[in-house]
């Protein structure tokens, strides 16, 4: 399974991305998944996630009401629209793939495939 994110860049406070997670995996449709991001010196923590069915999802505090996550299983991608970004936001973001369970899970270690990570830098 490989999942390989892109969509990261240099953007203005204020402004808008959206993250691309493309898997390559017939799994992906029965795959609960998440982005996650680490700042510099900082630990990797959750961001958003996202149950199989597209049903439930979870955004942690700190991005509720500016990320929106979001998957097309025809395609096999996990999108991460971003918007208002804030310079608090600059991190390397990744996305992530459980391979089964019906949930949305939160917990780093409870994910088995990992992307590479794009970096997304806000300016103030």
């Known amino acids: 399974v490989q999942l390989q994110a892109s969509g990261g860049g240099l953007v203005q406070a204020g402004g808008s991305l959206r993250l691309s997670c493309a898997v390559s995996a017939r799994a992906f449709p029965s795959s609960g998944m998440g982005w996650f991001r680490q700042a510099p010196g900082k630990e990797r923590r959750i961001v958003a996630a996202l149950s199989k069915s597209g049903g439930n999802t979870y955004y942690a505090d700190s991005v509720k009401g500016r990320f929106t996550i979001s998957r097309d299983n025809a395609k096999n991608t996990l999108y991460l629209q971003m918007n208002s970004l804030k310079p608090e936001d600059t991190a390397v973001y990744y996305c992530?793939?459980?391979?089964?369970?019906?949930?949305?899970?939160?917990?780093?270690?409870?994910?088995?495939?990992w992307g590479q990570g794009t970096l997304v830098t806000v300016s103030s």
């Open positions: 992530a793939l459980k391979k089964s369970g019906n949930y949305v899970y939160t917990t780093l270690a409870l994910y088995d495939y």
